[in-house]
């Protein structure tokens, strides 16, 4: 039995169920038993692709390498099996695994873990329910193989923390300015004050302020790129529509590879709550809704590109390939653009100084723990900016929303303007511009001017959060497809005839509901020209562009 005492009792046979000799009989099938000594060790901290164990006798220990020495997590007896979510995605492994007693146990590989969880329904269930159970308390407590080591006066830091929060990936976080023995961890690393955030990797590789990519691969997010692979289809972009398009492809049987800039999620990713999402009554976060989707997607073997972007496409001739950065390009017989959209910067001098120390792009958990208790600024009359407001309102002392308009009637759902009259912690501002950004080390003062009255006002927030119009994705296309005045992508109706003769469409048939000027590249979500700005109309796009990526590959 499991004795792990960070679990309540009442959710521990959920994270570590026990198998019923059926279940184990079905296993047995898929993989292959062997015998395990005393203290032999199974799996290292780091190792990739590393198999699942079912324990038929014996115990098993699975622990964390500190400095200070190996942590145990859990101990696995009779019926019980080991792994989390790096399992579907051949990641490598955040613990050691060991034998604490000797005995059997049935080990299956990746490819057999797969076929077992798309096959039986009922184990299906149980493995992923626990997979995903165990990674949420991994990240609860810190059991991770990487310490990030930053302070909130340091730009990079929100910027590493988002990245590994919305790729789900656990970690220890040191506070360079509330904890204790901070000094000889620096010393210990040979690190310099100057060099924050860092970033350490299984006790080991040091990372001083890196970038995404260079996170990604200390952490071995991602597998070796094959460039003689020609994929069915590749989805660039994982927001709702991408990771739709992944889930529908890949449950088809179709070779899909996803390739995303920063995480899963995209701009829907960063929302507080989403409330008007089917089948969610009481809401959801766009990080949990986005990690459900990437969680499904590998369950049925979608491939995943983390932290890589798309430079280029290369549509001179089929199969076309996507450049990305590094250098490494991609064929595929079909392609979805998902790509989406970025919110403007606000037309600042001095905004870019301020980013990740005051200005933010984004609402979410790790942003509301900067500013509790204090004053906030949200520019921006859209249901993002309006769910921001709403959210942030629960935990700092008042919300300035400021929006262009006269109202919110025109751009926001009704709920949300409600929640926002309703609230004595939210003020509308409008008719309202910022005009200047001021502060030293970081964002501490804000100047904004009435359009209509021409009232100035200044005020010392040092909080200010931007989610104004939004810009497509799309430059890296470099005229492979149609596009409209503004950047965003022309598909099926949206192409007039002359769009086609100039893109010298070479079919007899008219492009589908979501292809582009480019026979069999799609686009789908907010890249797309005419894109309705929901989350669940990014989706519906993203599942109906599988349905054409068959009629495409069929012809």
């Known amino acids: ?117 798309q096959t039986d329904v009922e184990l299906s269930g149980i493995f992923m329910r626990a997979f995903i159970l165990r990674r949420l308390e991994l990240i609860a407590h810190g059991f991770g193989d990487v310490v990030l080591v930053g302070s909130a006066h340091s730009p990079g830091t929100l910027g590493i923390k988002e990245f590994l929060t919305r790729n789900g990936h656990p970690y220890s976080y040191v506070d360079l300015d509330r904890d204790t023995g901070v000094q000889e961890l620096l010393d210990r690393f040979h690190v310099r004050i100057d060099e924050i955030p860092v970033l350490i990797c299984r006790g080991t590789t040091v990372l001083r302020n890196p970038t995404n990519r260079e996170v990604a691969d200390c952490l071995g997010l991602n597998a070796q790129i094959d460039e003689s692979r020609i994929h069915d289809v590749a989805v660039i972009g994982a927001g709702p529509a991408g990771l739709a398009a992944a889930v529908y492809a890949a449950s088809e049987g179709l070779d899909v590879l996803v390739i995303e800039t920063m995480s899963p999620g995209g701009q829907a990713g960063s929302s507080s709550k989403i409330e008007n999402y089917l089948g ?46 590094g250098g490494s390009s991609i064929p595929a017989r079909s392609i979805v653009i998902a790509t989406g959209a970025q919110y403007r910067k606000l037309p600042l001098e001095n905004i870019e100084r301020f980013e990740g120390i005051g200005i933010y792009y984004g609402a979410t958990h790790i942003e509301s723990q900067l500013c509790a208790d204090e004053e906030v600024i949200v520019v921006g009359g859209g249901n993002s900016a309006g769910q921001a407001a709403v959210y942030l309102a629960e935990s700092s002392r008042h919300v300035h929303m400021l929006i262009r308009s006269a109202g919110l009637a025109e751009t926001m759902s009704r709920y949300l303007i409600r929640r926002i009259e309703e609230n004595p912690r939210i003020t509308l501002h409008a008719n309202t511009e910022i005009e200047a950004l001021d502060g030293q080390d970081r964002l501490d ?81 907010d890249a797309r020209a005419g894109n309705v700005k929901r989350v669940a109309s990014a989706v519906g796009e993203g599942s109906i562009s599988i349905h054409l990526v068959h009629k495409i590959l069929a012809e």
């Open 280 to 325: 969610f009554p009481t809401g959801i976060s766009g990080q949990e809704l986005a990690g459900r989707a990437y969680t499904q997607a590998q369950k049925f073997g979608a491939q995943v590109l983390i932290a890589r972007t798309a430079v280029k496409l290369a549509c001179s001739k089929r199969p076309y390939a996507v450049q990305i950065d």
């Open 445 to 525: 003062c804000v100047r904004w001017r009435n359009n209509r009255t021409g009232k100035v006002e200044v005020h010392n927030i040092r909080h200010l959060f931007v989610m104004t119009g939004a810009s497509p994705n799309t430059g890296w296309l470099d005229g492979c497809v149609a596009m409209d005045d503004k950047g965003f992508i022309k598909t099926g109706p949206e192409l007039l005839p002359e769009d086609l003769q100039k893109a010298r469409w070479p079919l007899s048939r008219a492009p589908y509901l979501f292809e582009t000027s480019l026979p069999g590249v799609l686009a789908v979500g």
């Open 1 to 117: 039995m499991a004795t792990v005492p960070f679990i309540p009792p009442e959710r521990r046979e959920q994270v570590f169920p026990e198998l019923s000799p059926a279940q184990i009989e079905r296993i047995s099938a898929l993989g292959k038993k062997r015998r395990v000594a005393a203290d032999e060790r199974l799996v290292n901290q780091g190792d990739l692709n590393v198999p699942c164990f079912v324990v038929v006798s014996g115990q098993m220990e699975i622990v964390q390498p500190t400095p200070q020495g190996e942590q145990p997590i859990v101990t696995h007896e009779h019926g019980q099996f080991t792994g989390e979510l790096n399992m579907l995605s051949g990641r490598s492994s955040l613990v050691c695994i060991r034998m604490k007693e000797a005995g059997e146990v049935i080990e299956l590989d990746r490819n057999a873990l797969q076929t077992l969880i």
